[in-house]
């Protein structure tokens, strides 16, 4: 179980009918944001472990 919690948003809803990523689509929305952190969050625990 992670802390971060991915928002649900138009944006982060719509970037996979462009063909991008959240972070190419939409990179300042909080969705885009939330992933980084979970990436952070993700990468700790494997360095941890």
């Given amino acids: 179980m992670f802390w971060t919690v991915v928002p649900r948003s138009v944006r982060l809803a719509e970037a996979p009918s462009f063909g991008r990523t959240i972070a190419?689509?939409?990179p300042t929305s909080p969705g885009a944001h939330?992933?980084?952190?979970l990436a952070e969050e993700v990468m700790a625990r494997v360095q941890e472990g």
């Fill in 34 to 37: 939330a992933y980084r952190r």
């Fill in 24 to 26: 190419q689509h939409a």
